[in-house]
């Protein structure tokens, strides 16, 4: 589980009573779900050996979930990441059912917070 710790962080808390006694807090638990954030592109890779080095255009906090699709072409292949995908991207290579390491385009998308 992270923890973060937010300076000059605004919350309000209402407190009900059923009668005329003052309403007190005895404990509290502040959840905050941040919205998501999406980045994509499309990326052509020309040196099979290399892939492509894929920088997101968007600032996220931890690595996102990054998704990627072959884009076009004769042959069949397959999108793979190399390494782990960071806060601030990723690379990636085209490979066939054998392994072997082809050019072309792919597109993908990125979410995370």
């Known amino acids: ?7 000059r962080a605004l919350f ?15 404990a509290l638990r502040v959840t905050v779900d941040v919205p ?3 980045d994509r592109g499309t990326a052509q890779i020309t040196d099979a050996a ?3 080095a894929i920088y997101f255009s968007r600032n996220f906090r931890v690595p996102p979930e990054v998704t990627t699709t072959h884009k076009g072409g004769t042959t069949v292949a397959i ?9 601030s ?3 990636a290579v085209l ?15 990125a979410q995370g917070y």
């Open 79 to 87: 999108p793979r990441l190399l390494g782990a995908v960071t806060t």
């Open 50 to 52: 290399a892939g492509a």
């Open 1 to 7: 589980m992270r923890r973060y710790t937010y300076r």
């Open 95 to 109: 490979e066939n059912s054998s392994g072997t390491r082809l050019t072309g385009s792919f597109t993908w998308i």
């Open 36 to 38: 998501d954030i999406f």
């Open 12 to 26: 309000r808390a209402i407190l009900n009573s059923r009668n005329s006694d003052r309403g007190f807090i005895d």
């Open 89 to 91: 991207g990723f690379i």
